[in-house]
């Protein structure tokens, strides 16, 4: 009881709030009729709260819920919820008493604990031997030391592949997640499970990892492996691919097929930087593009097909201002019209210039891996087309 009503007893209380809430009386004069040393503003206030006897608090043995009387002139049921007198817990669901926070760190700790369970029962593999180089796809070898030399900790123990590092992994997303596929088939990386669980999606009951962002994941590379083990292989990986002629035959077999793909790749994310630069949207790479660059391969370097790119946007958009065609229309004629510009190029014997590399598309691990340390080209691969 509030010190103010201290001098009124039981039934004078219920009048004086029977006369609040059913009379025209004003709150000065109910103040004067009680004597209550108060301001009118604190009337409410100090009043008794409402027990709700078929409300008991789920934490505190035996104990009823109140709530503080609103007054007669508000609305609704804003900031009147039942509250434990002991606790302070409400009948909300959005409570944050410190029962409810700690009930939901258990829930929270819980739910964690089975998803990590999820993860370790997915993701925790290892490799069942040290894998030996000249039993490795050219692509492994080549996708290894360049993940290894771009995202690779010190301690040879995870990789984050997507972290803002300039250069990047691959020239395009698509296939550096290609690359990440191809390791993790084999064992040679893996989805470390202490990685952050907001990089994953999971069953609804929290029993299987469903997907994962794989800007968000950290990978283990070669687990199980120990990391003077990984720093044996990463050297004789470096040792076999500067040994050109050493190189095992299936190597041979697929260093121009790799170098192409690699080029197609450059040629990809250079063709789609022009059109986001125009304020296009991103082209799909779909089969027309795919044949379009591959063959564009088959006579140009990848900094000519640069250049030919360029100068087909450019006067594709060119064209779209100058006759005030809509953006949609000219959307789609791009790959075309490098494809008739080449051609044209071609037929004709015109001397395409070599372009370097735009600023805004530096050279990817992989890209300078395989150009630089294996085929010890450099900026030769990038100024000629792939011969064997």
Not at 346 to 357: A, L, P, T
Request: charged share 25%; aromatic share 10%.
């Amino acid at each position: 009881m509030h010190p103010a009503l201290a001098h009124l007893d039981e039934e004078e209380i219920g009048e004086l709030i029977s006369l609040y809430y059913n009379s025209e009386n004003k709150v000065s004069e109910l103040i004067d009729l009680y004597q209550l040393k108060i301001a009118p503003s604190q009337f409410v206030s100090v009043l008794p709260k409402i027990v709700h006897h078929d409300l008991v608090c789920e934490f505190c043995d035996g104990v009823q819920m109140e709530s503080k009387r609103k007054s007669r002139n508000s609305y609704g049921n804003s900031g009147e919820l039942p509250t434990c007198p002991n606790c302070g817990h409400t009948t909300s669901e959005f409570c944050r008493c410190s029962n409810c926070l700690e009930v939901q760190r258990i829930i929270r700790d819980f739910n964690e604990h089975k998803m990590r369970k999820a993860l370790w029962n997915t993701c925790d593999k290892e490799l069942s031997d040290v894998p030996e180089v000249d039993k490795l796809s050219l692509k492994t070898a080549v996708l290894i030391l360049a993940l290894e030399r771009h995202s690779v900790t010190e301690d040879f123990e995870g990789a984050i592949p997507f972290k803002s590092n300039n250069p990047p992994l691959a020239p395009t997303f698509e296939y550096a997640m290609e690359g990440l596929r191809h390791l993790n088939a084999q064992s040679l990386i893996e989805i470390n499970p202490n990685s952050p669980l907001d990089a994953f999606e999971f069953s609804e009951d929290l029993s299987e990892m469903t997907a994962y962002w794989p800007k968000k994941v950290t990978w283990t590379f070669l687990p199980g492996i120990h990391p003077n083990q990984k720093a044996i292989l990463i050297n004789q990986i470096k040792k076999a691919a500067e040994d050109i002629g050493l190189w095992p035959e299936h190597w041979r077999m697929d260093r121009v097929h790799l170098w192409r793909e690699i080029a197609k790749q450059e040629c990809y994310e250079y063709f789609t930087h022009l059109l986001i630069q125009r304020d296009f949207k991103e082209p799909v790479i779909g089969k027309k593009t795919e044949a379009t660059f591959e063959n564009l391969l088959n006579d140009f370097s990848t900094s000519q097909i640069f250049n030919i790119t360029w100068q087909a946007v450019k006067d594709t958009t060119d064209y779209m201002v100058r006759d005030n065609v809509p953006r949609y229309k000219v959307q789609n004629s791009f790959i075309g019209n490098i494809a008739g510009k080449a051609a044209k190029a071609k037929s004709e014997g015109w001397q395409i210039r070599h372009s370097r590399r735009d600023f805004n598309c530096p050279q990817s691990a992989i890209s300078s891996t395989y150009y630089d340390v294996f085929l010890g080209l450099g900026e030769i691969a990038f100024n000629h087309f792939p011969t064997s």
